[in-house]
């Protein structure tokens, strides 16, 4: 099946280079008077995971033996430019899906690739609509904001994560943009769209919002607001109004410290099947990182999460804090495809560390950049427990090396540890759990 899935998305992508070379053909020169410029991209992620019995345990929440599996995910991308300031994306991809499913509701949450590639973006793009600064694409898109590059988003990445159905969610609707961070130092962006479409008269999930970045004084200082309402919620909870207000702050306090924080309030009614309930929940972090300065290029870090857990104090009210995050940086505990996936009803200290060094695999006398980073978290539970069970989660330890054998092909090995689990093992289950992964990532 991955190879008729393969294949498939091969032969559209071809089919749609074909048809639009014949009808207008392609030009890649940026000729004032092309027609249509073509630019296709793709790559190949392929994981291969090794967890024991503690995280397929803690995943199902019953007693299981650990397992051994390969993720590969692949994904083909088509951007083609129609005419001057209008352009088309299509994404053809592999996804993940929730195998923690009937009819074994013992199965763990594989994390795999589904063996149905699916079109998982495509939108269209129009630029300098009716003014300069305004840009607006329409169509099924990334719903992404993230406070600091080359991270997960804290509260809002709708295509990482997985919906009520058990696949991926997404994001079909309009994004209007006016200004530009790079030109205007300013980016006020509008949305609009659903985020889970079930086929349901009224049982859709919808999102709406603004997201404000500035530019504030100072190289990479940078200011976040971020105002949401999702509402419908297909699932155990229903017509629900859900509002989040949030607000970001990426500071460069000196040129070698980096301080940041973002906190989110989150409020609004909800009904779980007749019965009207409250959505009060919050979520923040706040940390600093610094850079060294030696030949390794070392960057230490430390910082605070807290995101709201339901207290059980009513049961009309909820204080578990509800987001489409991608915060992955603990494999075990936080990891959505791979780990347990605690996103909310947690509190964590983590510190970081990593260098850049190189090896000279090819024998050039350049040394190909290896990157190895450090990760010891601290979690502790911030919901409602039973009687005699402890709030502790544990201490995560991760260690990655990360080899750039070119630009475009990189090899991952990840060993994560979870020690002192004394909530899992009061459950019944293993107090710790260890997990080792190996990534090949390309992109082509």
Request: with cysteine; glycine share 10%; charged share 20%.
């Amino acid at each position: 099946m991955k190879k008729v899935g393969l294949c498939l998305m091969i032969a559209v992508l071809c089919i749609c280079f074909i048809s639009t070379t014949n009808a207008q053909g392609v030009k890649t020169g940026g000729q004032a008077d092309s027609a249509k410029d073509i630019t296709i991209t793709g790559g190949i992620d392929t994981l291969m995971v090794s967890r024991d019995t503690g995280v397929t345990s803690g995943i199902c929440g019953v007693p299981k033996a650990g397992e051994f599996f390969m993720a590969p995910l692949i994904a083909l991308n088509l951007d083609a430019e129609v005419a001057e300031k209008v352009s088309g994306y299509i994404c053809l991809a592999d996804r993940l899906y929730n195998g923690y499913a009937a009819p074994d509701a013992g199965a763990t949450r594989l994390g795999c690739s589904n063996t149905n590639p699916a079109f998982t973006q495509a939108y269209v793009k129009v630029s300098e609509f009716v003014d300069q600064k305004v840009s607006f694409t329409l169509g099924l898109q990334d719903l992404k904001y993230t406070l600091r590059k080359g991270e997960g988003a804290f509260f809002l990445d709708v295509a990482s994560n997985l919906n009520t159905l058990g696949t991926n969610a997404e994001f079909g609707g309009l994004k209007g943009c006016y200004g530009d961070m790079a030109k205007d130092n300013y980016a006020v962006e509008g949305f609009y769209g659903t985020i889970q479409e079930t086929g349901i008269v009224n049982r859709d999930a919808n999102i709406k919002g603004v997201n404000v970045d500035y530019k504030l004084p100072g190289e990479n200082n940078m200011l976040k607001v971020i105002l949401t309402s999702m509402t419908g919620m297909p699932a155990v909870i229903r017509q629900a109004n859900i509002m989040t207000i949030g607000v970001g702050c990426d500071y460069w306090a000196m040129p070698a410290l980096d301080v940041y924080g973002e906190v989110y309030n989150q409020s609004g009614p909800f009904k779980v099947g007749a019965v009207k309930c409250t959505q009060a929940a919050m979520a923040y972090r706040i940390g600093a990182d610094y850079k060294i300065e030696h030949e390794l290029k070392p960057v230490v870090g430390l910082s605070y999460w807290n995101l709201s857990g339901d207290k059980a104090s009513s049961a009309k009210k909820n204080e578990g804090f509800m987001s489409y995050e991608n915060v992955q940086s603990a494999m075990i505990i936080e990891d959505n495809a791979y780990g347990l996936d605690r996103n909310n009803n947690y509190n964590a200290i983590k510190v970081d560390a990593g260098i850049t060094t190189a090896l000279d695999i090819n024998h050039d006398g350049k040394g190909e950049p290896v990157d190895v980073k450090l990760l010891i978290g601290m979690f502790n539970d911030n919901q409602a427990v039973a009687a005699g069970v402890s709030k502790v989660l544990g201490t995560e330890i991760d260690l990655a090396a990360t080899l750039h054998y070119t630009e475009s092909l990189a090899f991952t090995l990840g060993l994560d540890m979870l020690s002192g689990a004394k909530e899992l093992k009061d459950r019944g289950l293993e107090g710790s759990a260890q997990m080792i992964t190996f990534d090949t990532r390309l992109k082509f």
